[in-house]
């Protein structure tokens, strides 16, 4: 409950009994508001894994080699570098694109928790998921709600509470449509999918 400010200072303050000062004070006697229920995870149906893809503990310069400078390039991606951390600490690595006609950037994240908890947290809209197999392993396509527009995410169910997250951002708006945004996204997913089957 939040209490409501009393200024003592004032002539106001003067006025009000003592029985309803207690009470005020008394708002907080109970502790904060309990805190939600945390959500339930959604069931993505997602295929089994054939292995477990060697993810855990990858340092953003391990990110970046699972994306080979000739494929980057056949993509129109210049060379990987490691993502800034902004408040997650998720390692990954970013690519920026011109195709000439726009220009985007790629991430890839690793991200420990499973897909179906992390899609709660980031606000990915239902009607855009699409569950896909790459390799075998399950992936959910799906674009942030309200951002459609915006770019396209590929979320890989890599091993055990572990997720690989693609996330292409289109940063000239209109120059591509959902399809190619997400095209994109698939790809670099498959790139990175196929090296670590590789490394494992």
């Known amino acids: 409950m939040r209490g ?103 991430g890839v994240r690793i991200i420990p928790e499973a897909i179906d908890m992390f899609l709660q947290k980031i606000n990915s809209s239902p009607g855009t998921r699409q569950v896909y197999e790459l390799n075998g392993f399950g992936t959910v396509q799906s674009q942030i709600n309200g951002g459609e527009s915006l770019g396209c995410d590929a979320f890989i169910d890599a091993a055990q509470g572990q997720t690989v997250w693609v996330n292409m951002q289109l940063q000239t708006p209109g120059a591509m449509n959902a399809d190619q945004m997400c095209e994109k996204a698939q790809t670099a997913a498959h790139s990175a999918v196929s090296t670590l089957q590789a490394q494992s």
Do not use: H
Request: hydrophobic letters at 35%; glycine letters at 10%; proline letters at 14%.
């Open 4 to 106: 409501i400010p009393v200024r003592f200072g004032s002539r106001f303050a003067a006025v009000i009994p003592a029985a309803a000062v207690i009470a005020l004070a008394g708002c907080t006697v109970n502790g904060p508001d309990p805190a939600p229920p945390a959500p339930k995870p959604e069931s993505m149906n997602l295929p089994q894994r054939p292995e477990d893809l060697p993810v855990e503990g990858k340092q953003d310069a391990d990110v970046c080699t699972w994306m080979s400078a000739e494929q980057a390039r056949s993509m129109q991606l210049g060379p990987g570098e490691p993502l800034p951390k902004d408040g997650s600490n998720y390692n990954g690595c970013g690519y920026l694109g011109d195709t000439g006609a726009a220009r985007f950037a790629i």
